[in-house]
């Protein structure tokens, strides 16, 4: 099975603008005056730094109390599957299942699924490009969706604040949170799907 | 296609520039140190585990009671358990780090919960939030397992000033939490009570808040300042009344003595007497005392323990002891009242170092000085000891075997007074009241019977009376005849007229005579 690829017909296609030009005639686009990349710079790299930094600060993230509760002068501190436990525990279960989705395994599949994708391109593995970039893209599309945890914490800081008889504070973890979010968001947009298909035989 | 290829292999290397590898590189170290040092901080905080064991868990709840020391969060509990012996409980607490140098020997834990009392009001952050543990470090060893205080300590945590002992015969209504007053500000509490070790005492700590606390120094008086003070004495009615709380809920006051400079100021843990009223801590102590003993003749009703002894009026010691004798030889009673004088409440002048007090007043009672019960109040009925100068009275010493030596007496105005009544009753018992009696009884017979001759003399008197009354009648009657327009009267007027006429011619003759006496003999002289 031969793929017809831009760049096997010598042509590269500007990031900004779309124009295909011929590949490095000159490091710009003509058109627009873009740098011309026939693939995203240091792709694995950045994807692997992103991935590494969102995958350390994950573990600060859930050891550490996302948010503290205070509720008539009872200062609770919450970490993200302690607030899951409560929640599953006093019988919400969807919404207890909902966050541990978002904040839990979204954020630890996405760290999975770019591990694998970056394996894949770096150890030329031969798999199904296709299938493989559409997990890319559910990455892609899920990855805002683990925010959700996050709002709702800024929601509740500035909505519950009554003094003594009800607090939100948030925590260290929701910074980490964030920050993991963020990263793997980068993650995601830094990986260069193309290469999977570079590793294709030609 | 080679080409292409070509141009891209030779591109690539271009891509991979090793300058660019650590700008991208430098965020996974940035998050590794972030969250290591995150991590780092928050195991650094974690200080020991220790156990804390209460008799009761009311309101304490795992992950949610925390360990408070001046209201600084030093760590939580993290379980509850019961106790191997099944009847405290058992509080595991994870402590932060910087809590470890608290935790010592002599350390304390408790629990904090609202409380309302007469006192005042505390803990009531704790009605909205639930209990808390309250530590109070101690020194000594360093200690993992505690036996929790079952009641808050009074002492605040970190107070400043300082603690001091009170000696006192009677808990009375003082508790840990009265407060202590000086000139009404509240300026601290009692802490704990204690049995003296000989048990005769009750030992009362105190703590009195820094700056006051230099106001208590050598001459410094406690008095109990509860309640409404009555007292009646040899001097009349007294009420005091400390501030209301100590009403309420009793209370400890103090003052300081003009007497004592700033060098005065008492250290830590110092005792002091603690007075049951204002007026006993009001009276000087003097530290030369001497001591007699007195017999008095009679009743010592109204005499108390504490009554003055004054010397002409004024009070220069008191009554320290009445006691009841019984002499088993003699069956004799006694009653000897020790007094106590103080000899340093007169002021001296001529001075002579070389004279004891007691000599002075040996040598004042050879100059007549006796002691005397007299009535201090009328009507309390109190009566003190009454010291002054008899010169002329013999000194009577009874010479009974006491330790002090005896002040002679002598019997009291009053009791004077009763005597010599007394002797007026005497002599009028001793009156022959009978024989009186009966001798009246005779007199009074006879004046009986000389009444009735009298009566019978009466009787005979009153027909006499009557006999008169008929002559008075008959009298009437001849008088009825000369009455105006009678013949009889007429008849007299008519005499009465003659006898005038008569008169007259007498007169003529008389006084012819008188002129012309020789008529007589020549007669008539015819004119």
Same mark, same amino acid.
């Given at each position: 099975?031969?793929i @017809? ?20 005639l ?7 005056g873009?740098h011309?990349?026939?693939r @995203? ?14 995958l ?6 859930n ?14 501190p ?10 599953l ?11 541990l ?20 391109v770096?150890?030329?593995w ?14 892609c ?8 945890d ?10 519950v ?42 | ?36 040092? +995150? ?12 156990? !804390?064991?209460? *008799?009761?868990?009311?309101?304490l ?27 405290? !409980? ?46 109070? $470090? ?12 079952k009641t808050?300590? /009074? ?20 508790? $840990?939490?009265?407060?202590?007053n ?13 049995l ?22 050598k001459? =410094? ?6 309640g409404?003070?009555?007292s009646?004495?040899?001097d009349?009615?007294?009420?005091? =009344? ?77 009554? /320290? ?21 103080? *000899?340093?409440? !007169? ?13 002075v007043?040996?040598r #004042? ?7 005397? #019960?007299? =009535? ?7 009566? +003190? ?9 013999k000194?009577?010493?009874?010479n009974?075997?006491?330790?002090f030596?005896e002040? $002679? =007496? ?12 007394? !002797? ?12 009186t ?8 017979k ?11 003399? +009466?009787?005979t ?33 008519q005499? +009465? ?11 003529q #003759? ?9 008529s ?8």
């Amino acid at each position: 099975m031969t793929i @017809k690829t831009a760049r096997g017909q010598g042509l590269v296609r500007c990031h900004d603008c779309g124009q295909l030009s011929k590949i490095y005639l000159q490091p710009y686009c003509p058109l627009c005056g873009g740098h011309l990349q026939a693939r @995203k710079t240091l792709s694995l790299h950045k994807t692997l730094a992103f991935s590494l930094s969102g995958l350390i600060l994950y573990i600060p993230a859930n050891i550490f109390p996302i948010m503290t509760i205070t509720n008539f002068g009872k200062s609770e501190p919450h970490t993200i599957i302690g607030g899951i436990m409560v929640l599953l525990n006093s019988g919400m279960v969807p919404i207890g299942l909902l966050v541990l989705i978002a904040s839990i395994l979204v954020p630890l599949l996405k760290l999975i699924g770019l591990a694998l994708l970056m394996l894949c391109v770096y150890r030329q593995w031969q798999v199904n490009a296709r299938l493989w970039t559409i997990i890319y893209r559910i990455i892609c599309f899920v990855g805002r969706w683990s925010m959700l945890d996050i709002f709702m914490i800024s929601i509740l800081v500035s909505l519950v604040n009554l003094g003594g008889i009800a607090q939100v504070v948030a925590g260290t973890a929701a910074s980490a949170f964030a920050a993991v979010v963020v990263l793997t968001i980068f993650a995601a947009k830094s990986f260069d799907p193309r290469l999977l298909w570079d590793n294709q035989p030609q | 296609m080679s080409n292409l290829n070509n141009l891209y292999a030779t591109t690539e290397p271009e891509l991979n520039k090793k300058a660019e590898l650590p700008l991208v590189w430098l965020l996974p170290i940035i998050a590794i140190l972030v969250s290591g040092w +995150l991590i780092y901080k928050s195991a650094s905080e974690k200080g020991p585990t220790i156990t !804390i064991s209460f *008799p009761t868990a009311e309101g304490l709840e795992i992950d949610k009671t925390k360990i408070k020391y001046l209201d600084v969060e030093i760590g939580k509990v993290t379980n509850i358990s019961i106790n191997e012996d099944l009847k405290t !409980i058992l509080v595991t607490a994870q402590m932060n780090h910087g809590a470890t140098s608290f935790l010592n020997e002599h350390t304390s834990f408790w629990v904090v919960r609202p409380q309302v009392g007469l006192a005042g009001v505390s803990g009531l952050g704790t009605l909205l939030s639930g209990p808390y543990i309250e530590i109070h $470090p101690g020194d000594g060893h360093e200690k993992r397992s505690f036996v929790g205080l079952k009641t808050a300590p /009074v002492l605040k945590t970190n107070a400043e000033g300082k603690q001091f002992i009170l000696e006192t015969n009677n808990l009375g209504s003082m508790r $840990p939490g009265t407060p202590i007053n000086f000139h009404g500000i509240n300026v601290g509490e009692v802490l704990s009570h204690k049995l003296s070790p000989e048990a005769n005492a009750i030992l009362l700590t105190v703590f009195i808040n820094a700056p006051y606390d230099q106001f208590v120094r050598k001459n =410094t008086r406690f008095w109990v300042d509860s309640g409404i003070d009555l007292s009646a004495g040899a001097d009349g009615f007294k009420v005091r =009344t400390g501030p209301l709380i100590s009403i309420l809920s009793g209370g400890i006051a103090f003052r300081a003595s003009a007497q004592d400079s700033v060098s005065d100021i008492e250290t830590e843990n110092s005792v002091f007497k603690l007075y049951d009223t204002y007026d006993q801590s009001t009276q000087i102590v003097y530290n030369t005392t001497l001591k007699y003993v007195m017999y008095f003749n009679g009743s010592v009703r109204g005499l108390t323990i504490d009554a003055p002894v004054q010397l002409r009026g004024i009070t220069i010691g008191k009554v /320290v002891d009445i006691n009841l004798e019984i002499d088993e030889k003699t069956a004799e009673i006694h009653i000897p009242v020790i007094v106590e004088v103080e *000899p340093e409440r !007169i002021r001296k002048i001529n001075n002579l170092d070389h004279v004891s007090d007691k000599d002075v007043l040996n040598r #004042l009672i050879n100059k007549g000085l006796r002691a005397q #019960l007299q =009535t201090g109040s009328l009507i309390t009925g109190q009566l +003190l000891v009454d010291l002054d100068f008899y010169p002329n009275s013999k000194i009577i010493v009874s010479n009974h075997p006491n330790q002090f030596p005896e002040f $002679p =007496t002598m019997a009291s105005s009053f009791d004077q007074f009763t005597h010599s009544a007394n !002797i007026i009753m005497d002599k009028i018992a001793k009156l022959p009241l009978d024989e009186t009696s009966k001798e009246i009884n005779k007199t009074l017979k006879s004046l009986q019977q000389t009444s009735t001759v009298a009566s019978e003399t +009466l009787h005979t008197a009153k027909g006499g009376l009557k006999t008169l009354d008929n002559t008075l009648l008959s009298t009437q009657q001849v008088l009825g005849n000369f009455a105006a327009g009678s013949s009889t009267q007429y008849q007299i007027e008519q005499l +009465l007229i003659e006898l005038t006429q008569t008169a007259n011619s007498l007169k003529q #003759l008389s006084d012819y005579l008188e002129q012309h006496p020789d008529s007589l003999i020549k007669g008539k002289k015819e004119p």
